[in-house]
């Protein structure tokens, strides 16, 4: 089971309003991939996710747990150098890696504002580059390594009151 030290995701939750910091300790890929993937599924359409952590955190594996719960079969990988990847579906995921861009100057051109003002989930690594363009109720993501090898430290923030 994921760690939980805080908050556990909660149906009872609601009208929590600002929405608090939530917190768990991952052990393993696969329990990243289940935290998401429960994250997922309270999420609403045209939610953005910004994934915050330094390389090797574990982003990209919490993304790819946003698409099991999505219900998307294709393998998700980084897209470091396509930067976005789309994955069509009822509910379609935009996986968008801005490693490569500095700033959000720089961003231009990529035609974000379709994705954050858009009808699917997008998840964003390396989000704070853009941070002046991400819509106000964005879910924060923060991953961080923990004491062990395979431990993250992983927190929520953010996102939308109920
Ligand atoms: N608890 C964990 N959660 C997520 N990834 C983990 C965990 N423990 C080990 N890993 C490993 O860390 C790496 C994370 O890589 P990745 O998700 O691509 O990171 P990022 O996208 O942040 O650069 C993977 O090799 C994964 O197997
Ligand atoms: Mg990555």
Do not use: C
């Not at 079969?73 to 990847?85: A, E, K």
């Amino acid at each position: 089971m994921v760690g939980i030290l805080y908050h556990p995701f909660s149906k009872n939750q609601e009208n929590v309003s600002p929405s608090p910091e939530r917190r768990w300790i991952s052990r393993s890929p696969e329990e990243t991939f289940r935290l998401a993937a429960d994250l997922a599924r309270e999420l609403p359409r045209g939610a953005v996710l910004a994934l915050h952590g330094e390389l090797g955190a574990g982003k990209t594996a919490f993304v790819q747990g946003l698409a099991r719960a999505l219900g998307i079969d294709r393998p998700v990988s980084s897209p470091t150098f396509t930067l976005i990847n789309e994955y069509p579906g009822p509910i379609p995921l935009y996986h968008i890696d801005l490693y490569r861009i500095r700033d959000s100057a720089d961003a231009l051109g990529l035609g974000l504002d379709e994705y954050l003002h858009g009808n699917g989930i997008t998840a964003i690594e390396w989000a704070e580059r853009i941070a002046d363009l991400l819509p106000p109720d964005a879910l924060h993501v923060r991953l961080q390594p923990g004491e062990e090898m395979n431990e993250r430290l992983i927190s929520v923030s953010g996102g939308r009151p109920s």
